[in-house]
Structure formats: structure tokens, C-alpha cells
């Protein structure tokens, strides 16, 4: 007949603060990795289909129409 006795302590904010960093910074990470994903040029070109532009070659600056000069 033996009853086990357990009981639950409040932490104090020494103790939470690992846990908080951790969870914080596991957070960042996953942020961070989200957003870089989100950003990188896709490896597949998209269909004619979609709103994004599939290009072989970089884009050309624009051409300037210049007008003769008066002599």
C-alpha cells in the first residue's frame, strides 16, 4: 500500500527563461526558413497560365528614345 505522492511547483521566470528563448527561437527559424522558401526563384519556369513572369534571360533595360540633336 504505497500511494505515490507528486506535486507540481511554480516555476519562477529563472527557470521559464530557457524555454522561453528556446520557443522564440525556434519560432525565427521557422520564420526565417518560411520566408526564404517564399522568396527563391522557383526551379520549374510557371505556365503562361500564372501571374508570375518564366524568363530565359535576364530582363533588358529599357531603351530610351532619344531624339536627333538640332544642328
Known sequence: MTAEYNYRRELGLAELLPAIAV??????????LARVMAEKTPLV??????KGIAR????????????????
Do not use: C, D, I
Open 23 to 32: 520557443g522564440l527561437g525556434a519560432g525565427l527559424v521557422g520564420f526565417y
Open 45 to 50: 519556369p510557371r505556365s503562361n497560365g500564372t
Open 56 to 71: 530565359s534571360e535576364p530582363p533588358q533595360p529599357p531603351r530610351l528614345a532619344r531624339k536627333p540633336a538640332a544642328r
